[in-house]
């Protein structure tokens, strides 16, 4: 597949859903792994957006790259802005408590690298690069 660079704002989220999904139809993921793929680099991308360009107040770009294997389709997504590190995020203190005493918050950056089987983050010179990986023996079966 071809990259995709687009303007970091929240308006850019639905082509990063578009290229997440036509990549997953192209390895003939089934639709459980597509939709948590999807979600996974949505909720990284939207944290890139708000925390490493707003509330900086500055701009940039998002690129994605999409590679397929034999055994693995993997994203890449790549961007400017804050230096940050999402695998080294907490998981939330309170997923187990009651949903009244939860706070609000935390849970993103949780599911989100849950939902892959494979989540890598490394700072390039000016950039951060995430990568995402599924496994593609969860294909549709036709």
């Known amino acids: 597949m071809n990259s995709l660079t687009i303007p970091g704002k929240l308006e850019s989220l639905q082509s990063v859903a578009e290229y997440v999904l036509q990549a997953a139809h192209s390895a003939g993921l089934d639709y459980k792994t ?4 999807r979600l ?22 998002l690129t994605m790259c999409a590679e397929m294997d034999d055994e693995y389709l993997t994203i890449y997504l790549e961007d400017d802005g804050a ?7 907490l998981p939330p203190d309170h997923i187990q ?8 918050g935390g849970l993103g950056i949780f599911l989100a690298l849950w939902g892959v089987d494979q989540f890598n983050y490394k ?7 995430s990568t995402f990986k599924v496994n593609r023996r969860h294909r549709c079966h036709s």
Do not use: F, M, W
Request: net charge positive.
């Open 34 to 37: 597509s939709y948590r793929l």
């Open 40 to 61: 996974a680099v949505d909720e990284i991308a939207t944290n890139i957006i708000i925390h490493g360009y707003q509330n900086h107040k500055t701009t940039g770009t």
């Open 83 to 89: 230096n940050y590190d999402p695998s080294e995020a």
């Open 97 to 104: 408590g009651p949903v009244e005493e939860r706070t609000i």
């Open 123 to 129: 700072r390039l010179r000016r950039s951060n690069r």
